[in-house]
Structures are given as structure tokens and as C-alpha cells.
């Protein structure tokens, strides 16, 4: 471990030379991307207080079912905001700069093991939560689809029960080959030990 150590320390003072430094540097363009994605989250943040006031101003002329459907409107973009936080967070973390957060009362958990894997499958798992409450919200109001009043078709509600199935499916396929490509580094870790 110690040579490992030995070969980096001189590394880090030594510039770059101009093509690496170019290419290197060609991070900064992602910044933005993630401001744009900030700027996005807060037209969230209008949203969701644009949603909780037509509930709160509703609140008595609602039925039980349109009261729900609000409140998984709230969780939708709730959820959407968490997916845009891990995107801007773990990606400016992974692929542009660090963001120095070690020892900071409010640095999220999840950021001290972020990498380009972890980031794929908890995005993987929060695309499945969103379309999770969407299939729950078109279940719920599919029970017009009888009377012909509802927003759905049954081919409709089909559709979007495959894509949700498919959502799963990519998920389960990304860990599965995260955690084969895993395995294989560890493999290769321990024969080099030996």
C-alpha cells in the first residue's frame, strides 16, 4: 500500500500537460447543467405550492378520492425534487469537483459512498418510486374508465403498467451488472494479492 502511495505523491503537484488539462477541464461544462437542474427544482418549488393551495382551498369541496390524488400530485413532485437533488448532488460530486461536505451537520448520508454505480441505481430506484405513484394515481382514477368519464384508456392504463414493468426490469438489470462488475473487481483485487 505504501508504494501505491509513494507513486501518487508526486503526482499530485505535477501539472498537467495541455491536451489532459483540456480535456480534464471539459468537466466544468457540466456546471450549467446542474444550475439549469437547480433552476428547474425551483419551479418545482412553485409547483408544489401552487398544488398544495388549490388542495387547501378545495379542502372541503373535494372528495376522498380527489383529496388523494392531490396529496400523490404532492408526492410526485416531492419525489421528482429528491431525484433532481441526487442528480445535481451525487453527479457534481462524481463527475466536476468535490464538494468538500465531510464534517458538515447536514451532509446526506448516501454522498459519502457516491459513485457513478451507486448514483445509476438510486436514480434507478427513484424513477421506479415516481412511476409507482403515477400507476397508483391512474389506478385510482381508472375506475371511470367504466362510466367513459375518466383521463385513461384501458390500452392507456396497459401502457403504462408495461413501462412501469420495464422501469423495474432496467433497475433489476443495472444491479444485477453492478454487482457482477463488483465481484469481478474484488476477484481481481484478491488474486493481485496472492
Same mark, same amino acid.
Given at each position: 500500500m505504501s508504494a501505491i502511495s509513494?507513486?501518487?505523491a508526486p503526482l499530485k503537484g505535477r501539472s498537467l500537460r495541455p491536451v489532459p488539462m483540456l480535456i480534464f477541464g471539459s468537466r466544468w461544462l457540466q456546471l450549467p447543467l446542474y444550475v439549469g437542474l437547480i433552476i428547474a427544482q425551483g419551479v418545482y418549488v412553485v409547483l408544489f405550492l401552487k398544488e398544495l393551495w388549490h388542495l387547501f382551498a378545495h379542502a372541503f369541496d373535494f372528495s376522498e378520492q380527489q383529496i388523494m390524488l392531490a396529496v400523490l400530485g404532492l408526492i410526485d413532485v416531492v419525489m421528482i425534487s429528491n431525484l433532481l437533488v441526487? +442528480?445535481?448532488?451525487?453527479?457534481?460530486?462524481?463527475? *466536476?469537483?468535490? =464538494?468538500?461536505?465531510? #464534517?458538515?451537520?447536514?451532509?446526506?448520508?448516501?454522498?459519502?459512498?457516491?459513485?457513478?454505480s451507486v448514483l445509476k441505481i438510486k436514480l434507478a430506484m427513484a424513477i421506479i418510486g415516481i412511476s409507482s405513484i403515477h400507476l397508483l394515481r391512474t389506478f385510482i382514477e381508472a375506475g371511470a374508465l367504466a362510466s367513459g368519464k375518466g383521463n385513461y384508456t384501458e390500452?392507456? +392504463?396497459?401502457?403504462?403498467?408495461?413501462?412501469?414493468? *420495464?422501469?423495474? =426490469?432496467?433497475?433489476? #438489470?443495472?444491479?444485477i451488472v453492478d454487482k457482477l462488475s463488483n465481484d469481478s473487481i474484488e476477484g481481481a483485487k484478491q488474486q493481485s494479492v496472492h
Open positions: 509513494d507513486v501518487r441526487m +442528480v445535481i448532488v451525487g453527479g457534481y460530486e462524481t463527475f *466536476v469537483s468535490r =464538494l468538500n461536505l465531510q #464534517g458538515h451537520p447536514d451532509e446526506p448520508e448516501w454522498l459519502s459512498h457516491v459513485n457513478a390500452t392507456g +392504463v396497459m401502457w403504462q403498467t408495461i413501462i412501469h414493468c *420495464v422501469f423495474i =426490469l432496467s433497475a433489476v #438489470g443495472i444491479a
